[in-house]
């Protein structure tokens, strides 16, 4: 069974489309994330929800808009997609307990996104 | 000034040896501190954890210095299948459990 999933794991779309990556995690976490991997490597976070609410929502533009309907599930739809957009987008989740000063998180297999 | 910095390699060694990698974090508050490893194309996993007294994981030992704000990656014998691309990551969980990584080292360990 596969703890992170995400779909789909590719998406070749064209600029101006509106595309959408799903993600779900079978751990009972509490938390999840997105992050954007670019083609220089760099993995950055771009939000975070705590049981369906919103805590992280860093320098994102509009365009990118999470949803999570239940703690188990947090996709991102994508509008108005650019050539910039392209990258490899991760969902993650962990477990996040305040007074705890762990957060070791769990992985999905990424979605390649190119617009081309 | 990137939040956390790592040399990006490539490292090439060959089978058998030890590696080093080191990497400096600039936010002070951190409070717990990871090593992550991707493979090319696959998603990053954690390797280990780093704890402040310094930890071993077989081959692997891990090692953090708060007052210098510098974590380092010893991998000793090295195998083939460490090939990877080795990333240090920071957590201030005061900002939502926001892992902030750096940008990876790439490891290449030939026969």
């Known amino acids: 069974d596969t703890a992170v999933s995400q779909t789909p794991k590719y998406l070749v779309t064209q600029m101006g489309n509106d595309k959408s990556i799903k993600c779900e995690q079978n751990?009972?976490?509490?938390?999840m994330y997105w992050y954007k991997q670019d083609s220089k490597k760099f993995l950055k976070i771009m939000f975070s929800y705590n049981n369906k609410e919103l805590i992280i929502n860093e320098t994102v533009p509009n365009r990118f808009s999470p949803k999570s309907p239940d703690k188990a599930h947090l996709n991102l739809h994508i509008n108005s997609l650019e050539l910039g957009d392209s990258a490899v987008y991760f969902c993650a989740s962990s477990q996040v307990r305040m007074g705890l000063a762990k957060n070791i998180q769990y992985f999905g297999a990424g979605t390649r996104l190119s617009v081309l | 000034r990137k939040e956390v910095e790592q040399d990006p390699g490539p490292f090439n060694v060959p089978e058998g040896a030890t590696v080093a990698f080191n990497c400096t974090y600039s936010?002070?508050?951190?409070?717990?501190f990871f090593w992550y490893r991707q493979d090319c194309r696959k998603e990053p996993k954690l390797l280990m954890s780093?704890?402040?007294s310094g930890n071993e994981d077989g081959r692997f030992t891990a090692q953090l210095n708060r007052a210098s704000q510098y974590i380092s990656l010893l991998i000793r014998d090295s195998k083939l299948s460490d090939s990877a691309t080795y990333l240090c990551v920071v957590n201030n969980y005061n900002q939502g459990g926001k892992l902030i990584f750096g940008q990876g080292t790439e490891l290449s360990v030939k026969p």
């Open positions: 936010n002070s508050a951190s409070q717990s």
């Open positions: 780093v704890y402040s």
């Open positions: 751990l009972g976490h509490d938390t």
